[in-house]
Nanobody, 120 residues
Framework: VQLQASGGGLVQAGGSLTLSCAASGRIYSSAVMAWLRQVPTKEREFVALIRWGVGRTAYAENVKGRFTVSKDGPDTMYLQMNNLKPEDTAVYFC???????????????WGRGTQVTVSS
C-alpha cells in the first residue's frame, strides 16, 4: 500500500489546516496509522495515531487538544490541526504500522510528506 500525504501549506499562527493521507489500497483493521513530522536536523517525531479498526486515537503531548486524527472509509486518514504554532512547522508524513507505538522509526510503511509552515 502506498501512502500520500497532502494538504500542507503556509498558515499564520493560530490558524488551521487539515492534512489528508490517501492509501492506494485498503488499510486493514489491525493496522495502526500515524502522523509524524520532521524538521531539518531533527529526528522524526510522533504526532498522532489511530488504530484503524476501532478508531482509538493517541496524541503527542505537544499537540493534544489542538490536533485531531480521524479516518474516512477504508483508505483515507485526516489530521485536523487547530491553533497552529510556529513550532508545528515541519514536513508531515503519514505512515502505517502494526504496533501501537509512539516511536517514529517503528512505522514501516511511509508516504511522501507535505510541508506545513506556520508563521508567527
Amino acid at each position: 500500500v502506498q501512502l500520500q500525504a497532502s494538504g500542507g501549506g503556509l498558515v499564520q499562527a493560530g490558524g488551521s489546516l487539515t492534512l489528508s493521507c490517501a492509501a492506494s489500497g485498503r488499510i486493514y483493521s489491525s493496522a495502526v496509522m500515524a502522523w509524524l513530522r520532521q524538521v531539518p536536523t531533527k529526528e522524526r517525531e510522533f504526532v498522532a495515531l489511530i488504530r484503524w479498526g476501532v478508531g482509538r486515537t493517541a496524541y503527542a503531548e505537544n499537540v493534544k487538544g489542538r490536533f485531531t486524527v480521524s479516518k474516512d472509509g477504508p483508505d483515507t486518514m485526516y489530521l485536523q490541526m487547530n491553533n497552529l504554532k510556529p513550532e508545528d512547522t515541519a514536513v508531515y508524513f503519514c505512515a502505517r504500522g502494526t504496533q501501537w507505538t509512539f516511536v517514529a522509526n517503528e512505522y514501516t510503511n511511509w508516504g511522501r510528506g507535505t510541508q506545513v509552515t506556520v508563521s508567527s
